[in-house]
């Protein structure tokens, strides 16, 4: 059964830093892209990005490029998701998605871990 | 980057009833759109992939079609879980985009 675990809830200032982290398993960690995906509040779904962990290429949409940076570590099959400088827009619930194979859909989906930037 | 426009944002319909959202996209992409279920306070379930494939497990009331800019989900015979909120996702070319979503509610 492939699961992707995400880290749990966070709340942070702003001008604070944060990683999350999705772990995956029940499937080949190193051959398939992983996404990450915004939901702000009451909202709908933003793509922010992707990396596929065999080689870490990435791919960033242009509205979160240079706020946001995706890393993985094969050996821990996890992916990463990091701010360096967190804002108040930046409270969201944030989903990790494994792409399935070729350009295909997101077939398996992390729970979600909440960001809350407040000060 | 292609934008993805659903309609309609929101409706109503019964138990049984059957419903169509549509997406169409700013430029052609083939049939690389995927379609996704969101419940409250979960995670989006994929539904359709590359525009009308069945993902596994999911239930053959649900269907999709389309080719280039202009793509359909069909729901047949409407269930009570199936009242949530629905978006497309084109997987043609970086960056992906989703949808703006629609919102399925009992009548």
């Known amino acids: 059964e492939v699961r992707l675990v995400q880290s749990g809830p966070e709340v942070k200032k702003p001008g604070e830093s944060l990683k999350i982290s999705c772990q995956g398993s029940?499937?080949?960690?190193?051959?398939?892209?992983i996404a990450w995906v915004r939901q702000m509040p009451g909202k709908g779904l933003e793509w922010m990005g992707t990396i596929y962990p065999g080689d870490s290429d990435t791919r960033y949409s242009p509205s979160f490029q240079g706020h946001v940076t995706l890393s993985a570590d094969k050996s821990l099959g996890s992916a990463f998701l990091q701010w360096s400088t967190l804002r108040a827009s930046d409270t969201a619930t944030y989903f990790c998605a494994r792409q399935g194979t070729g350009s295909a859909g997101f077939e398996d989906w992390g729970q979600g871990t909440l960001v809350t930037v407040s000060s | 980057d292609i934008q993805l426009t659903q309609s309609p944002s929101s409706l109503s319909a019964s138990v049984g009833d059957t419903v169509t959202i549509t997406c169409r996209a700013s430029q052609s992409m083939r049939t690389f759109l995927n379609w996704y279920q969101q419940k409250p306070g979960k995670a989006p379930r994929l539904l359709i992939y590359a525009a009308s494939s069945l993902h596994s497990g999911v239930p053959s009331r649900f269907s999709g079609s389309g080719f280039g800019t202009d793509f359909t989900l069909t729901i047949s015979s409407l269930q009570p879980e199936d009242f949530a909120i629905y978006y497309c996702?084109?997987?043609?070319?970086?960056?992906?985009?989703f949808g703006q979503g629609s919102k399925l509610e009992i009548k």
């Open positions: 029940g499937y080949s960690f190193s051959s398939f892209w």
């Open positions: 996702q084109q997987s043609y070319s970086f960056p992906y985009t």
